[in-house]
């Protein structure tokens, strides 16, 4: 699990061992540097938890009724890929 993890966060961004409680993403700003706040890193870390839990009692369910798990996982992906950054910021000309 923790190589898959390391495939799957590694491509974006770097990962480093995970302390108890601690995510393994090492979390950038837009600068490229690292995020420091303490409180901005575990927000993230619980929002990740809560969405990994929530597609996982998801992907169980589509197992139990049935589905294919490669389309779920395509499904998956394609959310993922459509949310909307409602602060991107807009260039001006």
Same mark, same amino acid.
């Given at each position: ?5 390391? !495939?799957?966060? &590694? ?13 393994? @993403?090492?979390? !950038?700003? !837009?600068? &490229?540097?690292?995020?420091?706040? @303490? /409180?901005?890193?575990? @927000?993230?870390? /619980? ?6 839990? #929530?597609? #996982?009692?998801? =992907? /169980? $369910?589509?197992? =139990?009724?049935?589905?294919? /798990?490669?389309?779920?996982?395509? @499904? =998956?992906? $394609?959310?993922?890929?459509?949310? $909307? ?5 807009? !260039?001006?000309?």
């Amino acid at each position: 699990m923790q190589t898959a993890r390391r !495939r799957l966060y &590694g491509r974006v961004m770097k990962t480093k061992p995970a302390s108890k409680g601690q995510s393994p @993403v090492v979390w !950038r700003g !837009r600068d &490229g540097k690292p995020v420091a706040c @303490v /409180e901005k890193l575990k @927000v993230l870390s /619980e929002n990740l938890e809560e969405i990994r839990q #929530q597609a #996982q009692d998801a =992907l /169980e $369910d589509a197992m =139990l009724m049935g589905c294919d /798990e490669a389309q779920f996982r395509e @499904v =998956l992906r $394609d959310l993922v890929a459509r949310l $909307d950054n409602p602060y991107r910021r807009v !260039r001006r000309n």
